[in-house]
């Protein structure tokens, strides 16, 4: 069975700090990877995913992950902080092939953002 | 990004009571649907998931009967709550995936629901 672990539970930077938030994976093939993040009281929005090819992946407001399959890990990072990044964001892991696949999410990682 | 609307965003009834929360796909057709509740700091957890003109296939644990699933269309699926109770009160976030989303899903925007 797949698992996501998102370390942090709660991360506190400064604005216009860099950003790295954890993301360690299980499964036993390729997955598909995911960064969701959720507002409060919303739903969630795709920021990037990884499918195959080149393991760096570029998402929307300036995010970026890198897939390593040695590390079974995909951290999201971001070089530069803004104050309405302050969200949760959550890890996901999905089995590769077909439309029914189900997603895994890690706990997920508070940013607040110090101004 | 393909747009996903939930309905109602928050709904308050009594206990005993039953509620529909809707999910639609405005922008493509939606193959499968799923459906996740998710408790006050938590992460989701994925209730059920539907296909199409299929019956839905619960998660362990997820009470069938409580939770009717209904996916007649490919851009509409419903959850209904039956004989709410206090203890159904969370927020149940769905989402859909199919035709050019290319397996990512998409979310609703969640509906808050309060059983008093």
């Known amino acids: 069975a797949q698992s996501v672990t998102q370390p942090d539970i709660h991360i506190t930077v400064s604005e216009g700090a860099s950003l790295e938030l954890r993301c360690n994976y299980s499964?036993?093939?390729?997955?598909?990877l995911f960064w969701y993040v959720q507002s409060p009281g919303q739903g969630l929005q795709l920021l990037l995913k990884y499918f195959s090819g080149d393991t760096l992946v570029q998402g929307i407001k300036g995010f970026e992950a890198e897939f390593k399959r040695s590390q079974s890990s995909f951290n999201l990072r971001k070089p530069s902080v803004h104050w309405s990044d302050a969200a949760e964001y959550f890890c996901?892991?999905?089995?590769?092939?077909?439309?029914?696949?189900?997603?895994?999410f890690g706990k997920g990682t508070l940013l607040t953002v110090n101004p | 990004g393909a747009v996903v609307s939930q309905h109602p965003s928050w709904v308050i009834c009594k206990s005993g009571t039953s509620v529909k929360i809707e999910c639609r796909s405005l922008?493509?057709?939606?193959?499968?649907m799923f459906w996740y509740r998710q408790f006050p700091k938590q992460s989701l957890m994925l209730m059920a998931t539907?296909?199409?003109?299929?019956?839905?296939?619960?998660e362990q644990g997820v009470e069938k009967d409580k939770f009717l699933i209904n996916h007649a269309s490919l851009t509409l699926s419903t959850l209904t709550v039956t004989s709410a109770h206090p203890e159904d009160s969370s927020f149940y976030i769905c989402s859909a995936s199919g035709g050019w989303t290319k397996n990512i899903q998409y979310f609703g925007a969640g509906t808050r629901l309060s059983v008093l």
């Open positions: 499964y036993g093939a390729t997955p598909y």
């Open positions: 539907s296909n199409e003109g299929s019956k839905a296939t619960y």
């Open positions: 996901a892991v999905g089995a590769s092939g077909g439309s029914n696949y189900k997603l895994t």
């Open positions: 922008d493509f057709q939606a193959t499968t």
